[in-house]
């Protein structure tokens, strides 16, 4: 309605006639004589302006011909006959002003008067792309089935005003070549491998017939998933699955949100455990064998960030779906020897070790590089711990550690170290798999020798190429990894006390005393720590606070506000200490009814970090690395650049918001 308004009341002969044809209307109630002389005076400039535009298309098709009459004989009548559809038009308002036969067979079904715009025939159509200086418009116009590529360019008229600036305009006609291009997109190959996640766990103490009866059902959901897309489905290892269809499936299955992982959470064992799947999808590849190893590293991805969910890998990047559910205990003692026995074998063809943990280093990091100094002079190989100090959670560890006279000089800064590495050095970063988030990037960067050690999920970013990567989502704590490698190479006589110390403080903060994130392995390292010497007494005062830090963690407490009734959030305008606003989330999960818990504050350099912390179903992983950021189901965290905390509120918001949504 306001469009057709705007049109109404451009100048131009349909406002002209539009009012004289009123006027005439009320003529004829005053004076019949009167309107029959206005009407008849309408009637004159109506044939009158037909004349006259019929007029103008003939000036203008003389310009044409005046244009080309210098050229060769042969081509003098280019632009006449042109054998593509072409058009004229004014630029301020894409009302034609000359078209070709072969542009009027495209608009068969819509009459071409004079005043014809070409914003009517093809809706949405504006000339800006000519007064920028391209020559291409920038979309397909699809005109009763066909589809063209628009060209063109910008010409004038015999006088320099700029009113007699007009477009010209060439229709080709790529319906064919668009069809052709659309069905190979849409018969792309993707391959996708689906793994039956829990298999061993839903299986667990049950006899033969239940668990075959389990398999079945799975492989029947799978089956049928797969030919509902008409995809080929072939069960090629007891738990694995490998699946192959067309990208014109693709669209529908995320917007389903790869349901099959829903319906196999239907199959219940004995037990109640209900059967998970990850899947793992390659795409975009250049051949079946580059989308089957991206749908290797995305089965890989999938079981690193805890199992059931659905992990896409294409040339560019990864996209993930589910992996709400709560995480998927897959390590056992066996993976725990091989892998000490692999970093074993790195060990000792080293020189020297460097042990690197994440950006504002805390317990757990520091604790388990005290483990790894443990292993090291065990095997002979002299070990570094790598840190900021002055960007450190860690403080009183680390001057505990520096007061044994074996970590004298062992405690470096990233540029120490870099000055003692050499081609035989060992890197080992250790929780975190993010090469964004270690406490010098260029110092990783530097090495092609590098072991990961982390019990984070892996994000779309992480240290590729790895000598040996110990990734396990579901450990409390990289101090519980560390200590079953410790179990693994080094005599219980051989570990210092501080060690023990320091090992069991980063699985106490990382547990919340030993409340959160707690396993059966969780325990038994615990208590292997305690048989080598750490006390809880000592590990206590390592945690303590001083009373600076206690009263800020409560003035935090104070900002608490609710949102969604079961998420707490407290925003802070001024910069915090990162240890007190940790703690401060942490403390705020013992209020009843709450399920997770946030603090935003900003930064001296300009940005907000956000910490957050669960202890229900919300996974804070998941609704931070919509910000960016990362972490576990039940710790994450973010620091945004350049955003004002108000912005960092309304994003965090918006990213609430679109995890319950979906």
């Known amino acids: 309605m306001n469009k057709t308004l705007k049109r109404l ?106 005043d014809t715009r070409l914003s009517d025939l093809a809706p949405g159509f504006k000339s800006k792309w000519l007064t920028e200086g391209k020559l291409q418009y920038p979309e397909l116009i699809e005109v009763s089935g066909k589809r063209y590529r628009v060209y063109g360019n910008i010409v004038r008229g015999e006088t320099d005003t700029s ?107 004995p037990s109640g455990i ?160 993010r090469p964004e988030q270690v406490e010098d990037q260029s110092l990783l960067m530097s090495f092609n020798r590098v072991a990961v050690i982390d019990h984070h999920r892996r994000a779309a970013s992480y240290i590729q190429n790895a000598a040996l990567t110990f990734l396990e989502p579901y450990a409390s704590s990289v101090c519980e990894l560390v200590c079953e490698l410790v179990q693994e190479l080094v005599e219980q006589a051989d570990i210092l006390k501080i060690e023990a110390d320091a090992m069991l403080a980063g699985v106490v903060m990382d547990t919340k005393n030993f409340t959160i994130r707690t396993g059966e392995r969780t325990f038994d390292a615990a208590a292997f720590l305690n048989r080598a010497g750490a006390d809880t007494i000592a590990v206590k005062k390592i945690l303590q606070n001083d009373m600076d830090d206690t009263v800020a963690r409560y003035k935090i407490l104070q900002q608490v506000k609710r949102y969604r009734d079961n998420i707490a959030i407290a925003v802070i305008e001024e910069p915090q200490d990162r240890i007190v606003a940790a703690q401060a989330a942490d403390e705020m999960l013992n209020i009843v009814g709450i399920q997770a818990s946030i603090v935003l504050y900003p930064t001296e350099s300009g940005g907000v970090i956000i910490s957050a912390r669960s202890i229900g179903e919300v996974n804070v992983q998941l609704l931070l690395e919509e910000l960016g950021g990362g972490g576990n189901r039940s710790a994450a965290g973010v620091q945004l650049e350049g955003v004002s905390l108000r912005e960092g509120v309304e994003r965090l918001f918006e990213a609430i918001d679109k995890y319950f949504k979906e």
């Not at 470096?412 to 003692?420: G, W």
């Open 274 to 433: 209900h059967a998970s799947v990850s899947i793992g999808i390659g795409r975009d590849g250049g051949s079946f064998e580059e989308d089957f190893n991206f749908a290797v590293l995305s089965t890989e991805m999938a079981l690193s960030r805890g199992g059931d969910q659905t992990v896409i890998k294409s040339r560019f990047n990864f996209e993930f779906f589910g992996g709400r559910g709560a995480e998927i205990e897959t390590r056992t003692k066996v993976k725990s020897r091989v892998m000490a026995s692999a970093l074993s074998e790195l060990i000792k063809s080293s020189g020297q070790i460097l042990v690197m943990g994440h950006k504002f280093g805390d317990m757990d990091s520091v604790g388990a590089a005290a483990g790894l100094c443990c292993i090291g002079r065990k095997l002979s190989c002299k070990t570094y711990i790598v840190i900021d100090e002055t960007n450190s959670a860690a403080e009183s560890l680390l001057e505990k550690l520096r007061s044994a006279s074996e970590y004298k000089d062992i405690i470096i800064s990233p540029q120490e170290a870099m000055m003692k590495a050499d081609r035989n050095t060992l890197l080992i970063v250790v929780d975190t798999n």
């Open 163 to 269: 009113r007699d600036f007009m477009g010209i305009s060439y229709w080709l006609d790529v319906t064919e070549y668009e069809q052709t291009k659309d069905e190979y997109d849409n018969s792309r190959p993707i391959v996708a491998i689906i793994l039956f996640d829990n298999l061993d766990e839903i299986s667990k103490n049950q006899p033969e017939r239940v668990k075959t009866r389990l398999q079945n059902a799975i492989s029947e959901k799978v089956e049928n998933w797969g030919s509902e897309i008409g995809g080929i489905v072939c069960h090629y290892d007891k738990d694995r699955y490998l699946l192959i269809f067309e990208e014109r499936h693709y669209k529908k299955l995320v917007e389903e949100k790869f349901s099959l992982m829903d319906s196999v959470h239907e199959v219940v064992n």
């Open 9 to 114: 009341l451009e100048p131009g002969t349909r406002l002209y006639f539009f009012f004289l044809v009123v006027f005439a209307g009320i003529a004829f109630v005053f004076n019949m004589k009167l309107a029959y002389a206005e009407i008849a005076v309408v009637a004159l400039l109506f044939i009158y302006s037909v004349i006259i535009s019929r007029r103008r298309r003939k000036d203008f098709q003389a310009y044409i011909e005046s244009v080309t009459a210098n050229v060769e004989a042969v081509k003098s009548d280019n632009l006449v006959n042109f054998p593509l559809p072409m058009v004229a038009f004014r630029l301020d308002n894409t009302a034609i002003v000359w078209g070709n036969s072969f542009f009027s067979d495209i608009f068969t079904k819509k009459k071409l008067h004079f």
